[in-house]
């Protein structure tokens, strides 16, 4: 009975499931949305080769030379790095919609980069974090992550999609409650993370915010300019490639670093990452608005 509760009310556990079932939730709720085929077709209207690139190579090591740069401590380094090797929020979606960017693109992107970051995420992770870890007590262990993100992301996207495929009619039924259920795991697993990492959030420093936001908007700006063709296609790049997946990140660091300061640095990354992202829609909105108006 002791070791139950202590595993019950063991704040990395805790955290480990909540995030868990965000991104089953999320990535089951998008498979009810897409097929391949959609799939296909709006990447085809993208460079999205460069997209991957962008997102998988350049803003980890835009991650890593900022964080050499400003001197960053090591496990506030490593939470800025989880968080770089994990692209495109299940949020961008919810932006682009405010936004009035290209919708199908980001549905599509926000299916398809999980998928990828199941394979990619822990090989980025490996490249990027072995010269942190030489010199540090932490481990990282690839494989065992690959096993948790595959079962995490591929496998219930694949089941949105086959539901889908099979019967339409229980997706469109099943689709608005498990996404409110999913978003609404996600909000209360950030609340328990920053509640229970409070203190080492507010202690995260300038320098180190300083260095997240401009990874944050050169990682914006990378994604707008290195992207499609329309404007409405470039902000859906731009807003996942700045807005990194907190809960794949989350799920990392209580994986692979339990009981270390890491996910209060993902926390703290992820909200300011938000609170941007948020900035970004509004100024966009602001912008196309007085574009209108002009036109008028």
């Not at 929020?89 to 926000?110: M, Q, S």
């Not at 992301?153 to 889908?164: E, F, K, N, R, Y």
Request: with cysteine; aromatic share 8%; proline share 5%.
């Amino acid at each position: 009975m002791i070791l139950i509760a202590r595993i019950v009310l063991n704040a990395d556990t805790i955290i480990q499931l909540l995030t868990t079932a965000t991104l089953a939730g999320l990535l089951f709720s998008s498979g009810l949305q897409l097929t391949w085929n959609e799939i296909a077709d709006s990447l085809r209207q993208n460079r999205i080769a460069l997209v991957l690139a962008v997102n998988f190579l350049l803003v980890p090591a835009l991650v890593f030379l900022l964080a050499r740069a400003f001197q960053i401590p090591t496990e506030t380094t490593v939470g800025m790095m989880l968080l770089a090797a994990a692209p495109f929020a299940p949020v961008v979606p919810t932006f682009a919609r405010l936004a009035k960017g290209n919708l199908a693109l980001a549905a599509a992107l926000t299916g398809l980069f999980p998928v990828l970051s199941a394979f990619l995420t822990p090989l980025v992770c490996e490249w990027s974090l072995r010269p942190l870890l030489a010199t540090s007590g932490l481990k990282f262990n690839v494989v065992s992550l690959l096993l948790v993100l595959v079962s995490t992301i591929t496998l219930p996207l694949a089941a949105g999609v086959v539901v889908h495929h099979c019967w339409p009619l229980l997706a469109r039924k099943c689709l608005k409650p498990i996404q409110v259920f999913s978003e609404a795991i996600g909000t209360i697993s950030l609340i328990f993370v920053t509640t229970v990492e409070f203190h080492s959030v507010i202690q995260v420093g300038w320098k180190p915010l300083l260095a997240m936001v401009l990874a944050s908007e050169l990682s914006f700006l990378a994604g707008y300019f290195l992207s499609g063709r329309t404007p409405a296609s470039r902000l859906v790049v731009a807003l996942g490639t700045a807005n990194r997946n907190i809960a794949l990140a989350l799920l990392i660091a209580v994986a692979s670093f339990p009981g270390t300061p890491i996910k209060a640095m993902v926390v703290a990354n992820g909200l300011l990452l938000i609170l941007l992202g948020l900035l970004h829609v509004g100024l966009w909105r602001f912008f196309a608005s007085e574009k209108n108006q002009h036109r008028v």
